[in-house]
């Protein structure tokens, strides 16, 4: 990590530091987004994944949930991804975190007419979960924090303590990974993935109105299966009791791209080994981000 973007600018990385006084540090008040650049080295290239999609989720959330907006646009929020990223000068896989939040120095909590700021840093990043071997997940005893507690849809930096508290219960428990349920006891997403349910060859996946977070990397999935495979999506709550007995299933999300899920409870699905769709939506999804399928390029923005 050798530069970020901090207060305007790009500055190195030892350089954007933040007051241990600073309202987001102190109370959660930042909004965020994770988002992955793919090295091809055959094409000596980096490809951004949904640069732009993330930068409108960013600007959602900054409103929903900090009650303000970035003074840049989401296509100039990309150029200067662009920027940092030439400038980092990485020729590998990296993770790009862009973050709005609450920066004064200030005791004392609401949101109006508290100061905002921008920064983003970048780093090196490989498999976030084991997605060739797949994982071993349970049903957290946390549930996802509802719709009626934090706005529906908004990636903020506060509501993390209920992922981390799920993923910290499931490592603890000896799995690899959480699924919480939602406050209607049906079936929400993974501490920081969406999930999908295979079933009879079709493609189940629970509504946003799960209080899930609308993921970029879910609606890849389902236009990919659509498109390549010939497999319409059904979204719909699922039961807790759906997951022990699907075919397949998996997580997907930026960080864990298409991650299967072999195990859930100590009850194996299916066989216990990755299933042939969730196989096949890896490939096309690796080929697609990593720029070898060419009607997805308007998927990525190529860096250099
Ligand atoms: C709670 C949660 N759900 C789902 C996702 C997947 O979203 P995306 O595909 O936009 O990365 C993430 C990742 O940001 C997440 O943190």
């Not at 530069?3 to 930042?30: C, D, L, Q, R």
């Not at 055959?42 to 989720?57: E, G, S």
């Not at 999506?233 to 998996?250: G, H, I, K, M």
Request: net charge neutral.
């Amino acid at each position: 990590m050798k530069y970020a973007y901090f207060k305007g600018k790009i500055v190195p990385f030892k350089e954007a530091n933040i007051s241990i006084m600073n309202h987001a540090f102190n109370y959660g008040t930042g909004v965020f987004e994770g988002i992955r650049g793919y090295w091809n080295q055959d094409k000596k290239q980096m490809f951004v994944v949904k640069l732009k999609d993330h930068f409108d989720r960013l600007q959602r959330s900054a409103s929903l949930a900090l009650k303000s907006s970035l003074r840049q646009t989401s296509d100039e929020l990309a150029d200067i991804t662009v920027e940092l990223l030439k400038k980092n000068g990485y020729r590998e896989d990296v993770y790009i975190r862009p973050i709005f939040y609450k920066s004064e120095e200030k005791i004392g909590l609401g949101l109006l007419g508290i100061k905002d700021d921008f920064c983003m840093y970048v780093s090196p990043f490989g498999e976030y979960l084991n997605i060739s071997k797949g994982i071993k997940v349970c049903v957290s005893s946390w549930w996802r924090i509802s719709a009626q507690s934090v706005p529906q849809g908004a990636k903020i930096t506060g509501t993390y303590i209920n992922s981390s508290l799920a993923k910290a219960e499931a490592l603890e428990r000896g799995f690899d990974e959480a699924i919480l349920l939602s406050h209607e006891r049906t079936v929400a997403e993974g501490s920081g993935e969406n999930l999908f349910i295979i079933k009879d060859g079709k493609l189940l996946t629970p509504p946003l109105s799960e209080t899930i977070l609308p993921g970029i990397t879910r609606v890849c999935v389902m236009d990919l299966a659509g498109q390549e495979l010939g497999i319409k999506t059904t979204e719909r709550q699922v039961a807790q009791n759906e997951l022990y007995s699907a075919d397949e299933l998996f997580f997907c999300g930026t960080g864990a791209q298409i991650t299967p899920i072999v195990n859930v409870d100590n009850t194996d699905i299916k066989d216990g080994k990755v299933g042939p769709i969730t196989k096949k939506l890896q490939e096309i999804y690796f080929s697609a981000v990593h720029g070898e399928t060419a009607r997805y390029s308007d998927w990525l923005t190529p860096v250099y």
